[in-house]
């Protein structure tokens, strides 16, 4: 099976065959801006524990983070949303592993803003197994230190091809998380994590299942 960044490095490079290049420009831009801005450092980092936060199931129900941790390895991918190729990628990718995760008695969990009825029609069309749930009040971003605002030409570009995040997430911010990938132990602490500001670019699920399998 082909590495997951193998399939994000062929969809970048047919976006860019098909994009305009001022449109590229601009966004190779404000990755290079968010690069700059430190968010991958000062994010939660290695040996701090799971946030203590409020999330909404894909259908709509209270979940708590912790609660759902519940002395497991966990693995939580945050990703932008089910209108972000790269990510309906990697959310694929995680579920072709989902039974050798299992198998290093690990879960998953992936977060998103997208309101609950985004997340449960992300979850229908990439036929995901494991639990996809809605930060809208961005409280997960805001704790994970992952949180970010998009400029202005950036939101006012993804507005006009029909990603207006404002209304998608349903909490009136021009606000996402950079993608990231952390591994929490069976105490809650991080033993793994992966921030990346390059929305093209994912923590690579096979290295990740190295890890846990030493580990177990």
């Not at 994970?144 to 997430?169: E, K, R, W």
Request: net charge negative; proline share 6%.
């Amino acid at each position: 099976m082909t590495l997951l960044k193998t399939q994000l490095s062929d969809y970048q490079a047919g976006f860019k065959q098909r994009a305009a290049p001022e449109r590229v420009a601009m966004m190779e831009s404000a990755t290079a801006q968010l690069q700059a801005s430190g968010i991958e450092h000062t994010a939660l980092g290695m040996a701090e524990s799971l946030p203590s936060v409020e999330l909404l199931s894909a259908t709509g129900s209270p979940v708590q983070l912790k609660a759902l941790h519940a002395g497991k390895r966990t693995v939580v991918v945050f990703y932008r949303g089910g209108w972000c190729p790269y990510c309906n990628l990697t959310l694929r990718e995680w579920q072709r592993l989902l039974p050798e995760l299992a198998a290093v008695h690990t879960q998953l969990i992936a977060i998103s803003p997208q309101l609950p009825d985004a997340s449960l029609s992300t979850k229908e069309k990439n036929a995901l197994a494991y639990p996809v749930l809605s930060d809208s009040s961005l409280a997960a971003a805001h704790a994970f230190g992952i949180a970010f605002t998009l400029p202005p030409d950036l939101a006012q570009m993804y507005a006009s091809v029909g990603n207006d995040l404002p209304s998608l997430n349903g909490n009136g911010q021009w606000v996402l998380p950079v993608p990231a990938t952390f591994v929490f132990d069976t105490e809650g602490e991080v033993i793994y994590r992966h921030v990346e500001a390059d929305y093209r670019q994912r923590a690579e699920p096979v290295d990740i299942l190295q890890l846990l399998r030493s580990l177990a």
